[in-house]
């Protein structure tokens, strides 16, 4: 079944079964590769998008639905690591492996949006979805914090 989809400010038509995982239709049919396969269950946050500006996890979430919506992934926040949250992560470095990162990333923009300036409570509680097997919490964290600084100059 043909299917349109908003990505990253581009209209995508893909031929796709409407229960396949989004994650899915991003990688293989589109072929946004950042956002990432981890669990499978929604447990790890690795394939966090956004869909109308809220986190969600790719691995679980239909691809029908986000018809009529708009996905943000990875690749959709700049084009050249300019959003504020990456230059964060740069600027600190935050990422180890990065396997974690683009989930992380994106679920650290959501609670930008909500939160401008995050206390350490705020951003765990945010972040607590987002599992790093690297351990690098606490530079997420400043991370975090970092960005926000970047964002509200």
């Known amino acids: 079944m043909a299917i349109t989809l908003n990505i990253n400010n581009a209209s995508h038509i893909v031929d796709i079964e409407p229960e396949t995982p989004l994650l899915w239709v991003l990688r293989d049919s589109i072929g946004l590769t950042g956002t990432k396969y981890g669990c499978g269950i929604a ?3 690795a394939c966090t998008i956004h869909i109308d500006g809220q986190p969600v ?15 943000t992934t990875i690749e959709g926040l700049s084009k050249d690591k300019s959003h504020p949250v990456q230059q964060a ?22 609670l930008l949006a909500k939160r401008k300036s995050p206390s350490d409570s705020e951003i765990d509680a945010a972040m607590s979805g987002n599992i790093c097997r690297c351990g690098t919490y606490q530079r997420i964290r400043a991370g975090v914090h970092r960005a926000a600084k970047i964002a509200n100059s």
């Open 57 to 71: 996890r790719a691995c679980q979430t239909p691809a029908a639905a986000a018809v009529g919506k708009q996905v």
């Open 89 to 110: 992560w740069i600027e600190v470095g935050v990422p180890q492996c990065g396997y974690c990162q683009s989930g992380q990333i994106m679920s650290a923009v959501a």
């Open 43 to 45: 447990s790890c946050g």
